[in-house]
């Protein structure tokens, strides 16, 4: 009964111990170096025109770019759960293929097919339209990185759904849409919310795609995590730790409205 309670294994304990060293001691040290500064210079830095706007392209590129994936990924599970056809198994690798390869390397093979003669760039380029070292390449970037987050955590669930549910709406007249809408839709929800959580934070915290594909020009698409680096190299460890902590706080503030919408979604479900 007491173990019950109060876990006292060692399982518990290591698990406790390892989240402490991995998660609470960094970000403890985290906020207290920022806090060493002093409120007045702790708002100055991070109220900073700059600052705010790296702030600005950062959360809201990585928001656009995850809601975007929460729809091309749900889309693409269903095709991969619901269709048979030739290469879907190439399909599969290749939709995991932004998990194993180097950020780096991305964002070298992202502004090479993004460039103003690059196979895509160069399309787009007679029409005024440049995405690579622009706002547009950030996007593209965080896009890339994060759409396997939905694709693997809608498709699991699509599979586990009974079909029965769907042919009994059929037969009482529902449209197909009618059908996603209202009987599929409420099911996958939840992990709809959760694929775009992870691949929002995923995004937020990217840098070695961005770096590579964007100009990381200020006031035009300088990321919040490019310019904690740029502090880190003029030796501005204050600068760089209230950015740092600012972009903490803020992800941790999205992150509990996407669980929140995730909570409200299950209790709709059931």
């Known amino acids: 009964m007491l173990q019950a309670v109060f876990p006292v294994s060692w399982p518990w304990w290591l698990t406790l111990g390892y989240l ?25 830095i991070a109220t900073d025109p700059l600052a705010l706007s790296a702030y600005e392209v950062t959360f809201v590129t990585a928001l656009l770019a995850a809601i975007v994936n929460g729809v091309m990924g749900t889309l693409t599970a269903w095709v991969l759960v619901r269709y048979a056809f030739p290469g879907k198994k190439l399909l599969e690798g290749l939709i995991d293929l932004p998990f194993a390869l180097p950020t780096a390397v991305a964002g070298l093979t992202l502004a090479t097919v993004y460039s103003s003669n690059g196979w895509i760039g160069s399309l787009l380029a007679p029409l005024g339209i440049r995405i690579a070292f622009t706002r547009w390449g950030v996007g593209v970037a965080m896009l890339f990185i994060s759409f396997p987050f939905v694709v693997r955590t809608v498709q699991p669930v699509l599979q586990e759904l009974e079909p029965d549910v769907e042919e009994a709406a059929w037969s ?77 706080v803020i992800s941790f503030l999205l992150l509990a409205v996407i669980n929140l919408l995730q909570g409200w979604a299950s209790r709709h479900e059931t």
Do not use: H, N
């Open 172 to 248: 009482l007249g529902a449209s197909r849409w009618q059908t996603f809408c209202r009987v599929v839709l409420p099911q996958i929800l939840p992990s709809i919310l959760t694929g775009v959580a992870l691949g929002f934070s995923r995004a937020v915290g990217e840098y070695g795609s961005i770096v590579i594909i964007a100009a990381s020009i200020p006031f035009q698409d300088l990321i919040a995590a490019v310019l904690v680096i740029q502090r880190l190299e003029q030796y501005d460890y204050a600068g760089a730790t209230v950015i740092g902590t600012v972009m903490l």
């Open 20 to 44: 402490f060293l991995m998660l609470v001691l960094p970000i403890a040290a985290l906020v207290a170096k920022a806090s060493t500064l002093g409120w007045a210079e702790f708002w100055r």
